[in-house]
């Protein structure tokens, strides 16, 4: 089992919709929690830090579950400029590597 | 402020021969990562510096793989020598942990490609 694991997606929405993304971790300790966006041959972009009490950004919330030990990203109205890969990252300590998952598509359509 | 920067953006090569990637964090940076995507697979974690020293270098592949900091401040990492295998986007990463999470800030990486 891979320790971060991601819808695998691809997501092909029409413009205005909302979507969500889902992600789990295998190890309970983990310290910290990422969404980045990576536009194809590009670098992954840090979109959020996920907090347990949950964060919003404008149309993008990110929620932390600890229980269930998984972590969502909810993308609200989307735009054609939200077409991109998004990818999960846990880090087991706050100083250290991240761990990624596979990474979901999404391609917002006109 | 100048971003993480990395060298070459491009690198193609033949088996056997070697290729150092160059990686500047962004200044004042003291944590510097290398990950690896292989196509079709996640990012990967190879190792961390902190400062000069290696902190974490679990996910070095094997011993051809050689990763250097001296000073601290920029990064070399060097293939020698290159196989097939080692074809896909190398990424540096640079954080500064302060007192809250350390985010880090990705370079928009080395592609290379083994024939």
């Known amino acids: 089992r891979k320790e971060v694991e991601q819808d695998p997606g691809p997501f092909n929405v029409p413009e205005g919709a909302t979507v969500a993304f889902n992600c789990t971790y295998s190890?309970?300790?983990?310290?910290?929690f990422f969404w980045y966006r990576q536009d194809c041959r590009k670098e992954p972009k840090l979109l959020m830090s996920?907090?347990?009490s949950g964060n919003e950004d404008g149309r993008f919330t990110a929620q932390l579950n600890r229980a269930s030990q998984y972590i969502s990203l909810l993308i609200r109205d989307s735009k054609l400029s939200d077409s991109a890969t998004y990818l999960c990252?846990?880090?087991?300590?706050?100083?250290?590597?991240?761990?990624f998952g596979d990474g979901t598509t999404l391609t917002v359509k006109p | 402020e100048a971003g993480v920067t990395q060298f070459p953006s491009h690198s193609v090569i033949e088996k056997g021969q070697t290729v150092t990637l160059r990686c500047d964090p962004i200044?004042?940076?003291?944590?510097l990562y290398w990950y690896r995507r292989v196509m079709g697979k996640e990012i990967k974690f190879l190792l961390h510096?902190?400062?000069?020293?290696?902190?974490?270098e679990s996910g070095m592949p094997n011993n051809r793989f050689l990763a250097e900091r001296t000073g601290g401040t920029y990064s070399t990492l060097k293939v020698q020598p290159a196989e097939l295998e080692d074809s896909g986007v190398y990424f540096c990463?640079?954080?500064?942990f302060g007192t809250g999470t350390d985010t880090q800030y990705f370079g928009p990486g080395t592609r290379l490609t083994v024939l």
């Open positions: 990252a846990v880090k087991d300590t706050n100083a250290g590597k991240s761990t």
């Open positions: 990463a640079s954080s500064f």
């Open positions: 200044s004042g940076h003291d944590n």
């Open positions: 190890n309970s300790a983990s310290q910290s």
């Open positions: 996920v907090y347990s």
């Open positions: 510096f902190v400062k000069e020293s290696k902190q974490d």
